[in-house]
């Protein structure tokens, strides 16, 4: 019952800045963990934000520290991932992930039951 549906990837040259949207139905993500994770082709899925549920802890890849950040709003049931200096490494399919509540740490994976489609990250240089 729980969706979460990715927006805003697209196509930016090295330098620039995108956000993503993550919109969820069926649960608030004041209600449970919300992350991003990106896949790159041969590499395993990587780590790149989350916050937890209560908003008070927020956690960064070391990857994307001082260039991503994370955010969400209550009201609109949207979780952002606002992307600044972007490099070509971030290339990627960036999924968004909803944890309602799992005893695993926020950045890894086997917590989160919920995930979007994922939207695709290209960073030209």
């Known amino acids: 019952q729980v969706q979460l549906v990715e927006s805003g990837g697209g196509k930016v040259q090295a330098g620039g800045s995108l956000r993503l949207s993550c919109a969820a139905s069926?649960?608030?993500?004041?209600?449970?963990?919300m992350a991003w994770f990106r896949q790159i082709p041969g590499r395993e899925r990587e780590f790149v934000a989350a916050v937890h549920w209560n908003g008070h802890n927020i956690y960064y890849g070391d990857s994307v520290k001082g260039r991503f950040t994370i955010s969400r709003d209550g009201g609109k049931n949207i979780v952002y991932l606002q992307m600044v200096d972007l490099k070509p490494e971030d290339t990627a399919v960036y999924y968004c992930?909803?944890?309602?509540?799992?005893?695993?740490?926020?950045?890894?994976?086997?917590?989160?039951?919920?995930w979007g489609q994922g939207t695709q990250v290209t960073v030209s240089s």
């Open positions: 992930a909803g944890d309602p509540g799992s005893a695993y740490r926020v950045e890894v994976q086997e917590g989160y039951i919920y």
């Open positions: 069926g649960r608030s993500v004041n209600n449970m963990h």
